[in-house]
């Protein structure tokens, strides 16, 4: 059971935009900024959204992400088939001394 | 251009530690500013941190793994590692060291390395 809520999986045609979901509770996203990983089958995660809502370079700004109160999401327009993956959010938990948690994953798929 | 890359002695039997190094390139983690963590996956299962630590010695542990885990640095290698006592066929795992700021988060990452825990 994972401190962050994402739903298990997601689905959209090419060209289409998907929005994927992460809820948690007021010690974790109520009080710091969510993280957005992209991970392709047997990589490493991938950073994509730093700070709630910022793209590192060289990430297309078909991907944003916002926050709001203990909830957060992930939007992704014109989806391409290299978007199929799966999608984390990690956010700093201040409880307990303060320790990272994810949400479970979210794995889109490209119709 | 900065790499992190993990290592260690391969598979583990269950009740033994389980050890893992995680060299930097690119950056001397005596410069501060990072700390620097690691994280599992479980064969078909989502991300776990389980502790970071900083160049000074300073660290943060999964409170689930505490009992369990000790991070160490030594900034003469520039690596940090990871000793995981007790284990059991529930810590089979791909193990990520990565590199972590209170600004871009967990940004960058080692390639991972498989852990497979045997009785």
């Known amino acids: 059971q994972s401190v962050l809520t994402q739903p298990p999986s997601a689905s959209a045609t090419p060209g289409q935009k998907v929005t994927i979901s992460c809820s948690g509770s007021g010690s974790n996203i ?17 950073l994509l959204i730093h700070n709630s809502s910022q793209r590192p370079s060289g990430v297309p700004d078909r991907f944003s992400a916002s926050k709001s109160g203990t909830s957060a999401s992930l939007a992704i327009s014109g989806l391409q088939s290299e978007d199929e993956a799966d999608y984390y959010c990690a956010v700093w938990d201040d409880s307990l001394n303060g320790h990272w948690v994810f949400g479970g994953g979210t794995k889109l798929t490209v119709l | 251009q900065l790499q992190l ?9 269950s009740s033994e530690t389980l050890s893992l190094t995680c060299t930097v390139s690119g950056y001397s983690i005596r410069s501060g500013n990072y700390y ?8 078909g ?7 970071s630590i900083y ?15 000790t991070v160490s640095v030594d900034t003469s290698k520039n690596q940090f590692s990871l000793n995981l006592r007790s284990v059991t066929a529930a810590d089979t795992a791909v193990y990520f060291c990565a590199r972590s700021h209170a600004y871009y988060g967990l940004d960058v990452w080692g390639q991972g390395t498989a852990v497979t825990v045997s009785s």
């Open chain 1, 30 to 46: 109520g009080s710091n900024p969510v993280y957005w990983y992209k991970q392709l089958p047997g990589t490493a995660p991938q």
């Open chain 2, 5 to 13: 890359q993990e290592s260690g002695p391969g598979p583990v039997k």
């Open chain 2, 36 to 43: 620097w963590a690691w994280i599992r996956q479980a064969p």
């Open chain 2, 45 to 51: 299962k989502g991300l776990e941190w389980i502790g």
């Open chain 2, 55 to 69: 160049y000074s010695g300073t660290t943060f542990y999964n409170p689930s793994l505490k009992s369990r885990v």
